[in-house]
């Protein structure tokens, strides 16, 4: 962004940056809430591709709009790296999270996807040889244990056992492959432009949905759940919000907020998931719902910022 229209955004309020983060939180949230109800008709496949799809149409404009190339006269490593991260971090992630999603509903997903940061954490550990230290791990079994309350419930509501069980077992790997995805890349991100590398992690995810749909023995089933879908207004808007514009709200964040104070908003996201489940779709909060989106999203600030 030029410095003078950076110059006009930070005059304007002094939390700006702060005010980018919250949104980008809020914004999700209600991605999350449409992508479940284009769920109950779009085949998981089929909604991530056309999420990623939209949005790899929608980031070339804005790259340009930004300045920003397309190609870089970086390595052939470099490429190779980031679409094989979003083949596994978007391809494969998204669509296991979708169908997490799908089974769990957004409430209880909303627990489950806290997982992600423990496992950013213990990637970090082992792949860049990070430390851990007691309060991090504090907050990592906080957050087990916050799942573990969910699967204690005497009822799930309209859930089965073995929806309960499937769910919180996909909506686990999404999130393992999530930080997969991201910690194998974190040293290239460092010194890469944002917008040009999530392009490139975008066609990596688009892809490999696409070799999938080469060989699913269902693939035209998968198909015409998108293409038949009566619920094409959730599928566009989803896509839209949490493909796209949660995106670019989440890089000015990062541009004009310290990135620890980003990062804490963001996290917020996962309660906003939790109370508009509630309010839209008419999911149950109970007491154990209650204590386990508490003790996740406390757990989540202490993994990342002890």
Not at 41 to 53: D, E, G, R, W
Not at 188 to 203: N, Q
Not at 236 to 242: A, I
Request: aromatic fraction near 10%; glycine fraction near 8%; include cysteine.
């Amino acid at each position: 962004m030029p410095p003078s229209t950076t110059s006009q955004l930070t005059s304007l309020t002094p939390y700006m940056g702060e005010i980018f983060a919250l949104s980008t939180a809020i914004i999700w949230a209600f991605a999350v809430i449409l992508f479940r109800k284009s769920g109950e008709t779009v085949h998981p496949i089929a909604l991530n591709s056309f999420k990623n799809l939209l949005a790899v149409v929608l980031i070339l404009p804005t790259m340009w709009l930004f300045g920003e190339k397309l190609i870089h006269p970086l390595p052939a490593t470099d490429y190779l790296l980031l679409l094989a991260s979003g083949a596994i971090g978007i391809g494969l992630s998204d669509t296991l999270f979708f169908r997490s999603l799908n089974l769990l509903g957004a409430g209880l997903s909303a627990i489950v996807d806290c997982l992600y940061s423990p496992f950013i954490i213990l990637l970090s550990v082992v792949w860049l040889t990070e430390s851990l230290n007691l309060w991090q791990v504090a907050g990592v079994l906080m957050i087990i244990s916050a799942v573990l309350t969910v699967t204690r419930e005497k009822k799930h509501g309209n859930i089965s056992a073995r929806d309960l069980t499937w769910g919180i077992i996909w909506g686990a790997a999404a999130m393992a492959l999530m930080a997969v995805g991201i910690v194998m890349i974190k040293p290239l991100l460092e010194r890469s432009p944002l917008l040009w590398a999530t392009e490139v992690r975008l066609v990596g995810g688009v892809a490999i949905l696409g070799l999938v749909l080469l060989v699913h023995p269902g693939r035209r089933a998968v198909v015409n759940s998108l293409l038949k879908s009566r619920n094409w207004k959730f599928t566009l808007s989803g896509s839209f919000l949490g493909a796209y514009l949660s995106m670019i709200l989440w890089l000015a964040g990062m541009k004009f907020a310290p990135a620890s104070i980003a990062a804490a908003l963001n996290q917020t996201s996962n309660i906003f998931v939790f109370v508009l489940a509630a309010i839209f779709l008419r999911e149950p909060i109970n007491l154990q719902r209650g204590v386990g989106i508490t003790l996740a999203v406390a757990g989540v600030f202490l993994v990342m910022f002890c």
